[in-house]
């Protein structure tokens, strides 16, 4: 607990020591930091799968055939 304290005091000081400049500028630095983060992870969730075909294949027999095609080719569909 003792070390918390001294922690939380020694942050107060610094706090006061700064300037107006100074502190805009660490609360610049957390906003690109916390934007990057939404980006990044918004990227990692995207789907990476992408559209082949323009319109839908409604023909039934050739659906199966393009499906079977593309599993033996090694892509997931």
């Known amino acids: ?8 005091e020694h942050i107060k000081n610094i706090w006061e020591k700064w300037t107006w400049a100074q502190k805009l500028i660490l609360f610049g630095i957390v906003a690109v930091l916390v934007i990057g983060c939404i980006v990044l992870m918004s990227e990692l969730t995207s789907t990476s799968m992408v559209p082949i ?25």
Request: aromatic share 12%; charged share 30%; net charge neutral.
């Open 53 to 77: 075909f323009a319109r839908p294949i409604t023909d039934e027999s050739l659906l199966d055939w393009i499906v079977f095609r593309v599993e033996q080719e090694g892509y997931s569909c």
């Open 1 to 8: 607990m003792k070390i918390m304290k001294k922690l939380i």
